[in-house]
């Protein structure tokens, strides 16, 4: 890590667990500690520093402002194309030391730009049907401020045990249909009836735990709406954007964003937004389905080790 000039921090905090651990964007040289580093209420005072860049007083080391680079780069590929991009840029904050609801609101905002970058992609292409997709959005947005006001209030552990079944059956399905989104096929609901049903849970869902969502979204508007598998994925992309925005505003209105981390991890966001959809709108839905089936079990590895692996 780049050396650079002492610090000093003194905490004053009673809701965090005590903890020795400094964050990894920052070098310890001299520290005066009465309580923990890791808390949302510490993460904002660090007075001097260390290394490679800093923005309004907080600083970081180019290592790990490179690291957050790569991670957004590589979410942001994954995320136009199949979703997922948060099996990465999650951990890549956590590992970064942001506290998890800190590291919640800063995935909601870089994850912003890089899907606001695809979905610009995907409609410069055609592939976005704006009648089609305007009531959804609406519904989505709606139900995604719902769902995010309520995680404050509610447990969601009960989601946390359901979903990964759901995704596993949703990759097994995919994988045994390997027609599954090729062509335009029948619709089964209308456009309204599609909006409010899908809307209102899958934005009330993403807003509420969210692994999984771009997966649903995606399966809705193939098996529901009967669309193929590439302009399923653009209307996916447009829906996750808008719940996305939804969940930000309410994570930057409590604070919860850390603005230094989102901005390294926007940056490769942006990039990898437009070759994810670049790739995606070449090579169409055998492209698509195999990132799909790949990203889909590999987040129900992780949730499933989520629940398990530590017991």
Not at 21 to 47: A, F, M, N, Q, Y
Not at 249 to 263: C, E, G, M, Q, S
Request: aromatic share 10%; net charge positive; hydrophobic share 50%.
């Amino acid at each position: 890590m780049t050396r650079g000039i002492e610090f000093h921090l003194v905490i004053s905090s009673e809701h965090c667990e005590r903890s020795t651990s400094l964050p990894r964007w920052c070098e310890k040289r001299e520290l005066e500690v009465d309580e923990p580093v890791g808390c949302p209420e510490v993460i904002g005072r660090w007075t001097g520093g260390v290394c490679g860049g800093s923005w309004g007083g907080f600083v970081m080391s180019w290592d790990v402002v490179f690291l957050l680079f790569a991670a957004g780069l590589s979410a942001g590929f994954l995320d136009a194309v199949a979703g997922g991009g948060g099996l990465i840029s999650l951990p890549a904050l956590l590992w970064a030391g942001l506290p998890p609801q800190m590291a919640l609101g800063t995935n909601k905002m870089q994850s912003t730009w890089g899907t606001l970058m695809a979905v610009r992609r995907y409609a410069m292409a055609g592939l976005v049907s704006w009648t089609q997709v305007r009531l959804t959005v609406l519904m989505t947005f709606v139900f995604a401020c719902l769902g995010t006001g309520t995680v404050t209030q509610v447990s969601n552990e009960v989601l946390k045990k359901i979903v990964p079944w759901m995704l596993l059956g949703i990759a097994v399905y995919g994988l045994l249909s390997p027609s599954l989104g090729k062509a335009t096929a029948k619709a089964r609901l209308s456009l309204a009836v599609f909006a409010c049903l899908a809307g209102g849970v899958l934005g009330f869902y993403d807003g509420f735990f969210g692994p999984g969502t771009g997966a649903f979204w995606a399966m809705a508007c193939v098996s529901l709406l009967g669309l193929e598998l590439t302009r399923a994925t653009a209307f996916t992309k447009v829906v996750n954007l808008t719940s996305n925005v939804a969940s930000l505003l309410i994570f930057v209105a409590t604070d919860r964003v850390h603005y230094p981390f989102a901005a390294a991890m926007i940056a490769g966001q942006l990039i990898g937004g437009r070759l994810g959809a670049g790739m995606a709108i070449k090579h169409g839905a055998p492209f698509i389905r195999v990132i799909f089936i790949t990203v889909v079990f590999a987040m129900v590895i992780k949730l499933l080790w989520d629940q398990f692996g530590g017991a």
